[in-house]
């Protein structure tokens, strides 16, 4: 379990993020949605221990992550960034394989090559092994990388749950990767994973969130089960767009419609 | 190497070289005076060009993985032309030098000034770059830049009020030189370069994982400040010591990683080695031609390896454009 509480983080006198408590369960898809600039990625970022000069703490496991070495969280915490480029070009199973790094020492042992061959396989990518990471296109460059980030915590780790981190992860997706993405992470979520994704698309959301977010200027606006939460005036709040809500004839699950 | 070692002003045959090893090795005085060429000339000189070679490109694997820049070589933070401006000053200023400081120091003056002119150059670079604990890697380049600038015209300024046979000590100097190689030298280069290059290829996972990026890296549990620091030490520490013994040699820890890397990909764990290797050949070949060109005179090194070296990276550059278009390497 992931706690948050009483989280405040100023640049100058700016809030970015204001009194924010909350927990992510394992199990559950949570899905953060907000505005652009309303703190998502600085949410993230807090959550996943890269920024450490905020006030308030984050429990993993009722364990404060401050106190964690870098190394030791790396076993068991994953974040996939949004578009990270590289800067030389690489193979993309050495990509991948970068996901293992904070398992072994020096050289790669047995288990990491296995582990990096059924993320691969799992992803579809097995074809793509011998390529180079350059010359992919930008959704390909996203699954790898999301498969570098999955091969570093594919085995549950002895703390009992990992934690995996997602922001805007489908943005260069074609509709039909979007989905299989989603399902991953979903598949991925039900093995003792704290899941926490950025997502822009309001109906993927509802569609595979168990839990939604809304940040509005820093502060949490609203969250629970979207059948719950979801509904025209808070959209309006959020976003201050106006929507319709209907029932998904197949799913049953709340579809947004623009109107 | 044994071609580097064989060809010269003076020949020297494979035969005299096994004769001169077994004697060197039975504690006896060499036979001739071939064999005395090999053991007191020639034969450190090769070894000392091939572990400048080395430490040249190694650094510039290093340089290039810490900048995540293609164009970044080991002069860039200031420590080559820290070592030129204190040489320089040297030559121009031996004279105004107290005699004991001369005489503590005796033939090891120049290296020495050399030595501590590239260690406060990169210092003052990192010091300047750093800014509230954290060292951004475009700040670094930038005030390298400006760092580089300053001791060039300081470098300059001592050639303009130097005498003729200083200021071509300097110009020499800045174009590298093997030809004073000694035992102690190689001893002194050898033993910083061995350690270095060990410590280098424990930080390779590190520097890998620094390609996707500061914070990709920090994920991977890589603490990329710490990373800089540790780098910029090493890689300040070998190459003040070899420019301070052989001068600036441009050019090699630019092309060589680029070689290498279009041959067997970026992974730095294979890379670190192989530049090692790489560099030390090519230095020692273009040794060997900066020796047999002028014959019996010799052309300094640093002619060599950019007159080479340019035109080679022209045309890797070509290639690698033609690669880019393909959507290849792109930087």
Redesign the interface.
Known sequence: MLNAKNIQYNIGKKHILNDISTEFNPGEFNMILGPNGSGKSTFLKIF?G?INDYSGSVLYNNKNIASQ???????Y???M?QQ????????VD?VVM??R??HFN?NPKKKDFVICDEVMERMNLSSFKER?Y???SGGEKQRVQFARVLA?IWEKPAEGIRYLFLDEPLTSLDINYQQEFLQIAREFAKKDTVLVAVMHDINLATQYGDKLFFLKQGKLIAHGRPKEILNQALIKVVFGVDITIIENPITGAPLVIYT | MVCAIAFGAVEILPSDMFSAIQHFFQGKDPANIYEGVFIQIRLPRVLLCAITGAILSVSGVLMQGLFRNPIVEPGLVGTSSGAALGASIVFVMAAKFSPEFKSFTGPFLVPLMAFFGALAATYVVYSLAKNAKRVSIMSLLLIGIAVNAVCLSGTGFMSYIARDPQARSITFWNLGTLSGASWLQVFIVGTVATIIFILSLRYSKQLNALLLGEEEATYLGVNPDKLKRRIMLLNTAMVSVATAFVGVISFMGLIVPHVLRLLIGSDNKRLLPASMILGATLLTLADMCARLILAPAEVPIGIITSLVGAPIFIILLKKFNLLQQKGGYNA
């Open positions: 996943s890269e070495k870098k190394e030791t969280l790396a076993k915490r994953a974040v960034s990270p480029e590289l800067s030389f070009p690489l193979m050495e970068m996901g790094y904070p020096f180079n350059l010359t992919l570093q």
